[in-house]
């Protein structure tokens, strides 16, 4: 079984910083993705980011683009979510996301159905 530990979430006035951080254990993988999602009240939880553990490459929301930067950490299993000029629209329920199946198509990297594993989710609010 694999578990994720979520947490950085706070509160942030607007145009302010805030840095994820979610921890995998449980099992050990060659290679898998995660990414991070977010649901607002009232809302649809939505893609924000995602990341390939082995490449490295990086997929983004064009709402979050040129502000949030998804990183990994191999020693730590974790991966990060750094999040710059926060506006109070990406307030939300932060979830981060794992999943074995190693795809190349962004396709897979942007839906939530494709991953497998799901953390409890850490409270984001940002404050206009």
């Known amino acids: 079984q694999v578990q994720l530990v979520e947490s950085g979430g706070g509160l942030v006035q607007a145009g302010g910083s805030l840095s994820l951080s979610c921890a995998a254990s449980?099992?050990?993988?060659?290679?898998?993705?995660m990414g991070w999602f977010r649901q607002a009240p009232g809302k649809q939880r939505e893609f924000v980011a995602a990341i390939n553990w082995r490449s490295n490459i990086a997929f983004y929301e064009d709402s979050v683009k040129g502000r949030f930067t998804i990183s990994r950490d191999y020693g730590k299993n974790t991966v990060y979510l750094q999040m710059n000029s926060l506006k109070p629209e990406d307030t939300a329920v932060y979830y981060c996301?794992?999943?074995?199946?190693?795809?190349?198509?962004?396709?897979?990297?942007?839906?939530?159905?494709?991953?497998?594993?799901w953390g409890q989710g850490t409270q984001v609010t940002v404050s206009s």
């Open positions: 996301a794992l999943d074995r199946d190693s795809y190349t198509d962004s396709y897979y990297y942007r839906r939530e159905q494709y991953y497998e594993h």
């Open positions: 449980g099992r050990t993988f060659n290679d898998f993705r």
